[in-house]
């Protein structure tokens, strides 16, 4: 008789654990299939100059002009990473000392007033280029030098160097490969880090970079196909070197048409190449890009037009995830209080306060723990109510020392 | 006791008095006169008075990451409570017009310091009460009344607020002034058997530094035996002593003297100590569950322990201080390091046992030695610390009168005091000098603190025989 309820006891739990992994496996689903449904938050940069020595001023000049552009189109600095791998401004061969221009008539002065710079010289390497994308930092790397983009941000991912087939050269000494550059991207979204990227390359043989990916919501745009080299637009005879390349160059004749609230569309920026002027065929790549190219204003990348949703509360920022992984919970105690403070709110896979993960092993506590919340949240702020409870400890403590004197 | 024999002593109490509050209201002034000084004189960001626990500017950057809705943890820069971040973290905001920064934290600290002052100065009382009457109860009535006992209270609560190092790290905005705050709350509820009290003082100050947590063994023994008292063998040799003097050989008066020494021996009660242990645990959780809901946001309790108790125990911060671990962690193989993490806790862990052993009879004395000890090996030390210690010796003055050593080791601690940020000066700022030349002055240091010690606890035979070994154990270093 034992026996036989020991008997259904175990079956009763293969079969808990069977629905368990059903749902699990549907809640995985759910969750991958979900990023259509997220909501697009804020849009970051990464604008990476990979060479350094002064006869490569065109690389710097590249990146501090899509820099430039895309801070006038939106973007604020900081979500901005710009990683510059030597310093053309304050070089001692510049005639022009602090000054960085991508034209011989000098009318701009690309090194202006607020440049920040997040990586500068032998910063930027291949590791701190995957560190940077993947999010694994050391403890002690500032916010500033992190990008915290989560599962609703487009990035914008520029980069401008030397490059070969299936290579780019960083800083004369090392090199990111296509598969690395693919298996980085593959990570990122694994952990949400992003709802759409734009890579943009203008190297020798540029699309051969991307050739790897298969992450979907990637858009990649060489200055070059494979066996093609890319070439710089023109010498400035006064400052000595090549100023600027031919595909940044079209690329910001472009955008100096615009502002900030143009809507001219992905398809025609990647049609107003002509091979002939640039000397060599630009290749997009569309295939791991849902979206119909006519449909993308260019500002869904390299501009920052949003809608704001005006609130009272303090901002909590969504994503609070420490350590990046997709958590899959169970939504078991839903904490209901913080329904109409999230106005950015996903419908399917609810970023649950990570908070409760460890009380969820320990269902009354967890009630319990809820209750508390709950309660805490009537007050204004978390911090309040923290400080009502360290003011009263003192009276308390006085009134039970009176009382057991 | 007659009154003839009273009042003489109560005068000369009286007159200490009159000349302490004067001392008192003194050493505030110099503290206020010295926050007045441009920037606090650089004292905040010296390493020997701010450490990665204690800075005001750590704690500012997490106030601050907090209130862009960020943990305050975030980017290993705040370790600290995250009550102080409630009560500190306002003020460090609040600029006042033509005043210093941070002027209303250094209000706070000098307030935490008049407070621990006279906290010390009521325990010393306590302590006194307890000792004239023990000493009465065996007899000695000549001793507890025209000996001019100082108070010791008053004498340590003078020696806490005018030491050197007390006043440098108020000044230097270092939380170790409520850090020593709540350590003396606990000692002082423990002697005056307050339970709540204690057990308020010893949780503060086990969350704040995770090192008083070792201060529940006196602290326990102060609620069953009560304050200190001398061995219970004197106990025995004075009744056996009066009961040879009565010369009657009588059998029942010798039971009857033997019960009555029973009663005057300190027998140990529970009650108390399950009353202290009870209002530990209500405070434990009311500081949890306030805590708790200050971090909620984020990333919870998990993350707020690993940040601070962590931190404390695996020594992530190797920044120079006036201890020696930072230097010796920078060269071990990273194979080795939890293996010396596990040694260098051990060694105070290790020390508890035999010293609650053979001071189980002068619990407070024992609390003392306890915060000797953690503040030489704690993992970030400061002079906050050894303040604390240095203001609690004038408790037991008395006893210690007959000290080894003391000049010896006065001198030291001047000369230390002295050379360390003059070597620091050398090594940072002029690159004159090396790690080796700052380190030389920290090892001095803590050699002098076990040195400090043990002519507390030792007899001096002893204290040569330490000497002679650390003398040998140097020269082989070199």
């Given at each position: 008789?034992?026996?036989?309820?020991?008997?259904?006891?175990?079956?009763?739990m293969?079969?808990?654990?069977?629905?368990?992994?059903?749902?699990?496996?549907h809640?995985?689903?759910?969750?991958?299939?979900?990023?259509?449904?997220?909501?697009?938050?804020?849009?970051?940069?990464?604008?990476?100059?990979?060479?350094?020595?002064?006869?490569?001023?065109?690389?710097?000049?590249?990146?501090?002009?899509?820099?430039?552009?895309?801070?006038?189109?939106?973007?604020?600095?900081?979500?901005?990473?710009?990683?510059?791998?030597?310093?053309?401004?304050?070089?001692?061969?510049?005639?022009y000392?602090?000054?960085?221009?991508?034209?011989?008539?000098?009318?701009?002065?690309?090194?202006?007033?607020?440049?920040?710079?997040?990586?500068?010289?032998?910063?930027?390497?291949?590791?701190?280029?995957?560190?940077?994308?993947t999010?694994?930092?050391?403890?002690?790397?500032?916010?500033?030098?992190r990008?915290?983009?989560?599962?609703?941000?487009?990035?914008?991912?520029?980069?401008?160097?030397?490059?070969?087939?299936?290579?780019?050269?960083?800083?004369d000494?090392?090199?990111?490969?296509?598969?690395?550059?693919?298996?980085?991207?593959?990570?990122?979204?694994?952990?949400?880090?992003?709802?759409?990227?734009?890579?943009?390359?203008?190297?020798c043989?540029?699309?051969?970079?991307?050739?790897?990916?298969?992450?979907?919501?990637?858009?990649?745009?060489?200055?070059?196909?494979?066996?093609?080299?890319?070439?710089?637009?023109?010498?400035?005879?006064?400052?000595?070197?090549?100023?600027?390349?031919?595909?940044?160059?079209?690329?910001?004749?472009?955008?100096?048409?615009?502002?900030?609230?143009?809507?001219?569309?992905?398809?025609?920026?990647?049609?107003?190449?002509?091979?002939?002027?640039?000397?060599?065929?630009?290749?997009?790549?569309?295939?791991?890009?849902?979206?119909?190219?006519?449909?993308?204003?260019?500002?869904?990348?390299?501009?920052?037009v949003?809608?704001?949703?005006?609130?009272?509360?303090?901002?909590?920022?969504?994503?609070?995830?420490?350590?990046?992984?997709?958590?899959?919970?169970?939504?078991?105690?839903?904490?209901?209080s913080?329904?109409?403070?999230?106005i950015?709110?996903n419908?399917?896979?609810?970023?649950?306060?990570?908070?409760?993960?460890?009380?969820?092993?320990?269902?009354?506590?967890?009630?319990?723990?809820?209750?508390?919340?709950?309660?805490?949240?009537?007050?204004?702020?978390?911090?309040?109510?923290?400080?009502?409870?360290?003011?009263?400890?003192?009276?308390?403590?006085?009134?039970?020392?009176?009382?057991?004197? | 006791?007659?009154?003839?024999?009273?009042?003489?002593?109560?005068?000369?109490?009286?007159?200490?008095?009159?000349c302490?509050?004067?001392?008192?209201?003194?050493?505030?002034?110099?503290?206020?006169?010295?926050?007045?000084?441009?920037?606090n004189?650089?004292?905040?960001?010296?390493?020997?008075?701010?450490?990665?626990?204690?800075?005001?500017?750590?704690l500012?950057?997490?106030?601050?990451?907090?209130?862009?809705?960020?943990?305050?943890?975030?980017?290993?820069?705040?370790?600290?409570?995250?009550?102080?971040l409630?009560?500190?973290g306002?003020?460090t905001?609040?600029?006042?017009?033509?005043?210093?920064?941070?002027?209303l934290?250094?209000?706070?600290?000098?307030?935490?310091?008049?407070?621990?002052?006279?906290?010390?100065?009521?325990?010393?009382k306590?302590?006194?009460?307890?000792?004239?009457?023990?000493?009465?109860?065996?007899?000695?009535?000549?001793?507890?009344?025209?000996?001019?006992?100082?108070?010791?209270?008053?004498?340590?609560?003078?020696?806490?607020?005018?030491?050197?190092?007390?006043?440098?790290?108020?000044?230097?905005?270092?939380?170790?002034?409520i850090?020593?705050?709540?350590?003396?709350?606990?000692?002082?509820?423990?002697?005056?058997?307050?339970?709540?009290?204690?057990?308020?003082?010893?949780?503060?100050?086990?969350?704040?530094?995770?090192?008083?947590?070792?201060?529940?063994?006196?602290?326990i023994?102060?609620f069953?035996?009560?304050?200190?008292?001398?061995?219970r063998?004197?106990?025995?040799?004075?009744?056996?002593?009066?009961?040879?003097?009565?010369?009657?050989?009588?059998?029942?008066?010798?039971?009857?003297?033997?019960?009555?020494?029973?009663?005057?021996?300190?027998?140990?009660?529970?009650?108390?100590?399950?009353?202290?242990?009870?209002?530990?645990?209500?405070w434990?959780?009311?500081?949890?569950?306030?805590?708790?809901?200050?971090?909620?946001?984020?990333?919870?309790?998990?993350?707020?322990?690993?940040?601070?108790?962590?931190?404390?125990?695996?020594?992530?911060?190797?920044?120079?201080?006036?201890?020696?671990?930072?230097?010796?962690?920078?060269?071990?193989?990273?194979?080795?390091?939890?293996?010396?993490?596990?040694?260098?806790?051990?060694?105070?862990?290790?020390?508890?046992?035999?010293?609650?052993?053979?001071?189980?009879?002068?619990?407070?004395?024992?609390?003392?030695?306890y915060?000797?000890?953690s503040?030489?090996?704690?993992?970030?030390?400061?002079?906050?610390?050894?303040?604390?210690?240095?203001?609690?010796?004038?408790?037991?003055?008395?006893e210690?009168?007959?000290?080894?050593?003391?000049?010896?080791?006065?001198?030291?601690?001047?000369g230390?005091?002295?050379?360390?940020?003059?070597?620091?000066?050398?090594?940072?700022?002029r690159?004159?000098?090396?790690?080796?030349?700052?380190?030389?002055?920290?090892?001095?240091?803590?050699?002098?603190?076990?040195?400090?010690?043990f002519?507390?606890?030792?007899?001096?035979?002893?204290?040569?025989?330490?000497?002679?070994?650390?003398?040998?154990?140097?020269?082989?270093?070199?």
């Amino acid at each position: 008789m034992g026996f036989q309820i020991l008997n259904f006891f175990k079956f009763s739990m293969k079969g808990l654990m069977i629905l368990l992994l059903i749902f699990l496996s549907h809640s995985v689903a759910h969750s991958t299939s979900s990023s259509e449904t997220t909501m697009h938050t804020n849009n970051w940069a990464v604008l990476v100059c990979t060479s350094r020595f002064w006869f490569n001023y065109r690389h710097m000049a590249n990146t501090l002009s899509l820099y430039r552009t895309v801070k006038r189109l939106g973007i604020p600095d900081e979500r901005i990473i710009l990683m510059l791998a030597d310093d053309m401004a304050c070089n001692a061969r510049n005639k022009y000392p602090a000054q960085v221009f991508n034209n011989e008539n000098h009318r701009l002065n690309l090194y202006g007033d607020n440049v920040e710079v997040d990586y500068r010289g032998y910063e930027v390497n291949v590791e701190n280029f995957m560190r940077v994308l993947t999010g694994r930092h050391e403890n002690a790397v500032p916010r500033s030098k992190r990008l915290l983009s989560d599962e609703g941000s487009h990035i914008l991912l520029y980069m401008t160097g030397h490059g070969g087939d299936e290579f780019l050269k960083f800083q004369d000494s090392e090199e990111l490969q296509s598969h690395d550059l693919a298996d980085v991207v593959k990570q990122m979204k694994e952990k949400h880090r992003f709802k759409e990227l734009l890579i943009m390359v203008d190297t020798c043989q540029a699309s051969t970079l991307f050739s790897q990916l298969h992450s979907p919501g990637v858009l990649a745009i060489g200055s070059s196909m494979k066996g093609q080299n890319s070439y710089s637009h023109h010498l400035d005879p006064d400052v000595g070197v090549s100023v600027v390349d031919r595909f940044t160059f079209y690329t910001l004749a472009f955008f100096e048409r615009l502002n900030i609230y143009d809507n001219a569309s992905l398809s025609s920026l990647f049609n107003s190449y002509n091979p002939n002027l640039l000397m060599s065929t630009a290749y997009y790549r569309m295939d791991l890009y849902q979206r119909h190219l006519e449909e993308v204003p260019v500002t869904n990348f390299f501009g920052s037009v949003m809608e704001t949703i005006h609130t009272d509360s303090a901002y909590r920022s969504q994503s609070n995830k420490k350590f990046g992984g997709p958590e899959i919970k169970m939504p078991l105690d839903q904490s209901i209080s913080d329904n109409d403070r999230r106005i950015l709110r996903n419908s399917v896979d609810e970023d649950q306060p990570n908070k409760l993960s460890t009380e969820e092993n320990f269902h009354g506590v967890g009630q319990l723990w809820n209750t508390i919340i709950s309660k805490v949240n009537t007050f204004e702020s978390a911090d309040t109510f923290v400080c009502y409870g360290l003011g009263s400890m003192v009276p308390l403590l006085i009134i039970s020392v009176w009382l057991s004197s | 006791m007659s009154t003839k024999t009273e009042t003489p002593v109560k005068k000369k109490n009286q007159k200490k008095i009159q000349c302490f509050w004067s001392w008192v209201i003194g050493s505030v002034i110099l503290r206020l006169i010295i926050i007045y000084f441009p920037k606090n004189l650089n004292l905040s960001s010296r390493p020997e008075v701010s450490t990665p626990l204690t800075s005001i500017r750590r704690l500012a950057e997490g106030y601050w990451l907090k209130q862009s809705s960020m943990s305050p943890y975030a980017g290993s820069m705040y370790h600290g409570s995250p009550l102080l971040l409630t009560l500190l973290g306002p003020l460090t905001v609040k600029r006042i017009e033509g005043q210093p920064d941070h002027l209303l934290c250094s209000l706070v600290f000098v307030i935490a310091d008049v407070v621990t002052a006279m906290l010390i100065c009521a325990a010393g009382k306590k302590l006194q009460a307890a000792y004239s009457s023990s000493l009465q109860s065996i007899g000695l009535h000549h001793l507890s009344e025209d000996s001019d006992i100082l108070p010791s209270g008053d004498f340590a609560a003078l020696l806490y607020l005018w030491n050197p190092f007390t006043i440098v790290a108020c000044v230097g905005l270092s939380t170790s002034a409520i850090e020593n705050l709540m350590v003396v709350v606990t000692l002082y509820g423990a002697c005056a058997r307050l339970a709540p009290l204690a057990a308020f003082g010893w949780v503060m100050a086990t969350h704040l530094s995770l090192y008083p947590a070792i201060l529940i063994i006196p602290v326990i023994l102060l609620f069953g035996y009560g304050p200190d008292a001398p061995p219970r063998k004197l106990f025995r040799q004075r009744t056996n002593l009066e009961v040879d003097d009565s010369a009657s050989g009588d059998r029942s008066c010798l039971e009857d003297e033997l019960v009555n020494e029973k009663r005057m021996l300190n027998v140990f009660s529970w009650r108390p100590v399950v009353l202290f242990l009870f209002w530990a645990l209500l405070w434990s959780s009311y500081v949890l569950v306030l805590c708790g809901i200050y971090v909620q946001q984020h990333s919870g309790l998990q993350e707020m322990f690993k940040s601070t108790y962590g931190f404390i125990l695996t020594i992530q911060d190797l920044s120079p201080n006036i201890g020696v671990f930072w230097y010796f962690f920078a060269e071990v193989f990273d194979f080795f390091r939890s293996f010396f993490l596990i040694v260098f806790h051990g060694n105070i862990l290790l020390m508890i046992l035999p010293l609650a052993l053979r001071l189980n009879h002068r619990p407070c004395f024992l609390a003392f030695v306890y915060i000797v000890l953690s503040s030489m090996l704690k993992s970030y030390p400061s002079v906050g610390d050894s303040a604390l210690y240095l203001g609690l010796l004038g408790l037991f003055a008395y006893e210690l009168k007959d000290m080894q050593f003391s000049f010896f080791l006065f001198s030291g601690y001047v000369g230390v005091s002295l050379l360390s940020p003059v070597m620091h000066n050398l090594w940072i700022w002029r690159g004159t000098g090396n790690a080796n030349f700052y380190f030389a002055t920290a090892i001095g240091y803590a050699c002098l603190q076990v040195l400090y010690l043990f002519s507390l606890i030792s007899g001096p035979l002893l204290v040569l025989i330490l000497l002679l070994s650390l003398f040998s154990l140097l020269l082989f270093l070199n």
